[in-house]
């Protein structure tokens, strides 16, 4: 299967500021989707990434596909304590567009 | 729309007992279906892929005849964690892909079982 790095593992910021997350693959990606999982909750599709150098915007959160498509990222502006969550970077691939989970990166925003 | 259900949510068993998790597509036809596990702070596992009407096609680890899955209709698929010991107790979720009406790549996921083995 395709294998992504996620870093950083744990992100804590205080509510206001900005937050990165990035998901670096050593093989060429067909594509990549991103998940936000809350705590006790189940994953929730956010986007999908497809083309070279795709940019891709949602209020406050913002996602990008490398120029490579070996990395991709998610930037959250001004978080607040409903982002609190897990977010996870998953390519899909093969006749049953399977996903391969990164390992996510916790995000905690302290009001 | 694309909604995906899970029963029950919770269950807590005694150790060598069967558990049957099943995973219902509410709106669409899901031609595919997908388990996970999930143990705690860590990220998501896939089991087993399931198409409707074949064998489920296992990710390499798991054991076949210990998760039993079976995806008899377009709408709902079942997981059988036989003879459950407790390193079986894990976070264990659905995911369901819409093939039939194509755009098929994103999966929608089930709120998930918690699995407790004693």
């Known amino acids: 299967g395709q294998q992504v790095m996620q870093i950083p593992q744990y992100q804590h910021v205080q509510e206001g500021e900005d937050f990165t997350t990035y998901c670096n693959s050593s093989t060429t990606l067909s594509n990549i989707q991103w998940y936000k999982q809350r705590p006790g909750g189940h994953p929730v599709f956010l986007i999908q990434l497809v083309k070279s150098g795709e940019v891709k915007k949602q209020k406050r959160l913002t996602f990008q596909f490398g120029e490579a498509k070996k990395n991709s990222s998610l930037h959250i502006t001004a978080t607040q304590t409903t982002d609190v969550g897990t977010y996870f970077c998953?390519?899909?691939?093969?006749?049953?567009?399977?996903?391969?989970f990164g390992k996510g990166t916790l995000l905690t925003v302290n009001p | 729309g694309a909604v995906v259900s899970q029963h029950p949510s919770r269950v807590i068993c005694k150790s060598g007992t069967s558990v049957k998790i099943e995973c219902r597509s509410l709106d669409f036809q899901a031609t595919t279906m997908f388990w996970y596990r999930q143990f705690p702070k860590q990220s998501l596992m896939l089991m087993a892929t399931s198409n409707e009407g074949s064998k489920a096609t296992y990710e390499q680890g798991v054991e076949k005849d210990k998760f039993l899955i079976n995806h008899a209709s377009l709408t709902l698929s079942t997981l059988t964690v036989t003879s459950a010991h407790p390193e079986d107790s894990s976070f264990y979720i659905c995911?369901?892909?819409?093939?039939?009406?194509?755009?098929?790549?994103?999966?929608?996921f089930g709120p998930g079982t918690r699995l407790l083995v004693l």
């Open positions: 995911s369901a892909r819409d093939g039939v009406r194509g755009g098929g790549e994103t999966q929608y």
């Open positions: 998953a390519p899909s691939g093969g006749s049953n567009y399977k996903l391969t």
